[in-house]
């Protein structure tokens, strides 16, 4: 297995999620050719969405007590940053503090403090081990999902990437390998989307296109377009899973005709 020193930086692939102009030339090219981290970065971008979808309507409610607690626990923050939380710090240190839990960093237990009246002491912060706890937060947070202040921490009542309502398995049809899997989520607002994941890539002669069947198909709906193994496609209001149950992914060919082209690469039903 590949290091982990190779793949793009967890920090690069949060600001990529929220579209923000981020990494290097030689970053862009690896995420075209490494299917790890373009999965990453897709799964990044359905979190901030979801975020966005929210809107700043949102309720938020404050957390126990014992939340910051446990966060800064979790991140290794050390007891300045617990005890800057209960205190309440100044503007500066909480600005300090709230980029420390965003790089995911921390600073040696044998740092010494800055001299009264002095200038502040710079130490290094050791690197964050990569992991999935660190991107989803890094994106949480700038997300608007996570909101710190004067040394408190708002949480959305409701966190990404929603509810899931129903799910199914894509498995292959007669000349196709590839499978895959569904997911039917609801978004704090109450609006719907169909998740698609595929395992690998199938080599269509077209493009794919994501549909909801009736178990005798003998009704479609047609979502939309599949742009690598990958989608997040939004459901209309009022459609009836339960007469339309069976998620299907085909080739289409370019030839301008919205009908399904008969040829089916994975099917599953939701469990509706």
Same mark, same amino acid.
């Given at each position: ?18 579209g923000e102009q981020a990494g290097t030339p030689d970053d ?51 007891? @300045?940053?617990? +005890?800057? /939380?209960? *205190?309440? %710090?100044?503007? $500066? =240190?909480?600005? !300090?503090?709230?980029?420390? #839990? @965003?790089?995911? +960093?921390? /600073?040696? *237990?044998? %740092?010494?403090? $800055? =001299?009264?009246? !002095?200038?502040?002491?710079? #130490?290094?912060?050791? +690197? ?145």
């Open positions: 297995m590949p290091s982990d020193d190779l793949h793009v930086d967890d920090e690069t692939l949060a600001l990529l999620a929220l862009a090219a690896h995420l075209t050719a490494c299917e790890r981290c373009a999965h990453e970065l897709a799964d990044l971008r359905d979190v901030a969405d979801l975020a966005r979808e929210a809107g700043p309507a949102a309720e938020l409610v404050a957390p126990a007590p014992d939340v910051w607690d446990r966060v800064a626990a979790e991140l290794g923050l050390g007891e @300045r940053a617990h +005890a800057a /939380a209960h *205190a309440g %710090a100044t503007d $500066a =240190a909480d600005e !300090g503090a709230t980029a420390a #839990v @965003r790089s995911g +960093a921390t /600073a040696p *237990a044998d %740092a010494a403090p $800055a =001299a009264a009246g !002095g200038p502040a002491v710079v #130490v290094p912060l050791r +690197a964050r081990s990569r992991g999935v706890r660190g991107r989803w937060l890094a994106v949480a947070a700038a997300a608007g999902l996570v909101l710190g202040g004067a040394g408190a921490t708002m949480w959305w009542r409701t966190s990404a990437p929603g509810t899931v309502l129903a799910s199914a398995t894509l498995e292959p049809l007669p000349g196709w390998s590839e499978t895959g899997s569904a997911q039917v989520r609801t978004a704090p607002d109450g609006t719907r989307s169909l998740v698609v994941d595929l395992d690998d890539a199938p080599g269509v002669e077209g493009y794919l296109e994501v549909w909801l069947l009736k178990p005798d198909v003998s009704g479609l709906v047609s979502l939309g377009t599949l742009d690598g193994t990958s989608g997040t496609f939004a459901l209309p209001p009022g459609l009836d899973l339960a007469q339309f149950p069976v998620v299907d992914v085909s080739d289409e060919p370019m030839d301008g005709d919205p009908a399904h082209s008969g040829v089916s690469v994975v099917r599953g039903a939701l469990d509706v």
